[in-house]
């Protein structure tokens, strides 16, 4: 991206281009999420492993948060999904939509 430049009664001044958030997940993220997950996922076996129930939920958040990341990244469209803490809400939304 080119900086813009302006003149005011200062002078020239240079404004830096806005960032796109979608170009920082990119920058911040070349490689996408994978990292991520495989990082998670490492932490969640551990968890379950010494049994530590409120850090299995914790990283089990984490991998669900970077793995839906990672769908969007691929697939440019938000995961579509209807469940909210642990109950599917497909059914009752899509009845809602026929009325």
Not at 49 to 59: D, G, I, L, M, P
Request: hydrophobic content about 40%; some cysteine; glycine content about 4%.
């Amino acid at each position: 991206m080119k900086n813009i430049s302006y003149i005011s009664t200062v002078g020239v001044r240079e404004v830096p281009p806005l960032l796109n958030p979608l170009n920082e997940m990119i920058m911040k993220y070349p490689n996408g999420y994978y990292p991520k997950i495989e990082y998670w996922t490492l932490k969640l076996n551990q968890a379950v492993a010494s049994k530590a129930t409120a850090e299995v939920e914790y990283c089990l958040k984490k991998l669900s948060y970077f793995a839906s990341a990672q769908y969007v990244k691929e697939n440019q469209v938000p995961l579509e999904t209807n469940v909210i803490a642990g109950v599917n809400f497909s059914e009752s939304l899509g009845m809602l939509k026929n009325l």
